[in-house]
């Protein structure tokens, strides 16, 4: 791996940081039929507007990544998922200015009702080559190399 010689370099440190609070986000790469991508642009009005984002949100306390994801994707796209359905494919770990984002992506393939938007966002089936396009949160964007390998 690039820059990691094993060897850590005599009177080096690591940089100091600040503490900052940690926020656990799940998110799905909901996939159909004809192997598209399902992405929601943040509406206005909330943080990072107008960027595109894989459908999911906050891990409330106790709850498991897979089902704050199943609660998510029934209110914000009026979707049932079953955890089963639920493929963990990779994470995202960003610190933000405010707080560190920890975000697991599940792929989901199977999925009772139509996604449609509840929460004022706009919808796009996306091809994984063309995801590039779309304005994305910089948690969001190696999750999308990574859809391009492997679908």
């Not at 690039?2 to 370099?9: A, E, H, L, M």
């Not at 999911?56 to 704050?68: F, H, L, R, W, Y």
């Not at 029934?74 to 639920?86: F, N, R, S």
């Amino acid at each position: 791996m690039p820059g990691c010689s094993g060897d850590i370099p005599a009177g080096w440190s690591a940089p100091a940081s600040q503490p900052v609070r940690s926020v656990l986000v799940a998110a799905a790469a909901l996939v159909d039929d004809d192997g598209r991508v399902l992405l929601a642009q943040r509406p206005p009005g909330k943080s990072m507007a107008g960027l595109w984002e894989f459908p999911g949100g906050k891990v409330d306390p106790g709850e498991t990544p897979e089902a704050a994801l199943a609660r998510e994707l029934q209110e914000e796209l009026g979707i049932d998922i079953t955890t089963a359905c639920l493929a963990p494919f990779a994470f995202a770990s960003h610190r933000y200015p405010e707080f560190h984002l920890l975000m697991p992506l599940f792929l989901c393939r199977r999925w009772r009702g139509t996604p449609t938007p509840r929460e004022g966002q706009t919808l796009a089936w996306v091809r994984p080559k063309r995801m590039g396009a779309y304005p994305m949160p910089p948690a969001d964007l190696p999750l999308v190399a990574m859809l391009r390998d492997f679908l």
